[in-house]
């Protein structure tokens, strides 16, 4: 039997963004620019790039920012076409081309409870859960490795990476029952944010998953946990008791940006790989240093 084909792809976007207050208070913490893209263009672009073909996003109160980013803004399409901006008119179509659809977690339930309102949009089809803390540059897409270990497994793939020991009680930890070859593993269990000290692995769960669609079986019966919330790791756990669930260790580089640290980094990073942009960010930074190992930066 030949695997059906994964064509979907799920994106929470439903959180408040608490950690980016103020910015956040009217402003969608995914639409927040890495130098001239929101954070959640990139998300979309990998999608793209690895094949999917329709996007649910998972809104909530006070994002329709995100809508209008991926609608078409005539009078703005119109007014560069006018002045000959091509190049600018090709940027905000690149947003508008891409099949996309939107509903809303009408109440801050949880990751699992976010990835629940897809059950209508997925149907009995394979999908991918793409979360926008995490971006991911590689040579093959983050998403597409995923899906081409599902095309040989025909389980649940969930994308690990192995994080610093003094930092895995931020993350759910995967314990490996078995490695099946270089990257695959079948699971024993997972632990959501360990205590330092506990965790049974250091790989990491890092915001790329793969689901059959019996998640669904177990997100609608999931007790809340943690927080009072439904998580999707307890759902995972439970899928994995009747569907072995593999973990599959990603090639390329991760950027946390749901963190200020992570956020500030890679914005500096990206610039920096822009040609447009490289050599003046090098001259900033350069002065910055200067000036703060000679302490003349005003605070």
Known sequence: MTAKRVKKAVIPAAGLGTRFLPATKAMPKEMLPIVDKPTIQYIIEEAVESGIEDILIVTGKGKRAIEDHFDSVPELEQTLIEKGKSEFLKLVEETTNINIH????????????????????????????????DIVQSEIPCTKQLIDQYYKTERSIIGVQPVLSDVTHRYGIVDPKETLENGLHKV????????????????????????????????????????????????????????????????????????????IRTTIEFALNRPDLEKEVLVILKELITNYEGRTIYR
Not at 102 to 125: N, T, W
Not at 198 to 215: D, K
């Open 102 to 133: 939107f509903i809303r977690q009408s109440k801050p339930m949880g990751l699992g409870h976010a990835v629940l309102q897809a059950k209508a949009f997925v149907g009995d089809e394979p999908f991918v859960v793409m979360l926008g803390d």
């Open 188 to 263: 024993e269990s997972f632990v959501e944010k360990p205590a330092p000290g506990t965790e049974p692995s250091n790989l990491a769960i890092l915001g790329r998953y793969l689901f059959s669609p019996q998640i669904f079986n177990f997100l609608e019966t999931q007790v809340p946990g943690s927080g009072g919330e439904i998580q999707l790791t307890d759902a995972i756990t439970r899928l994995n008791e009747v569907e072995h669930v593999f973990a599959y260790e990603f090639t390329g580089k991760r950027y946390d940006v749901g963190e200020k640290l992570g956020f």
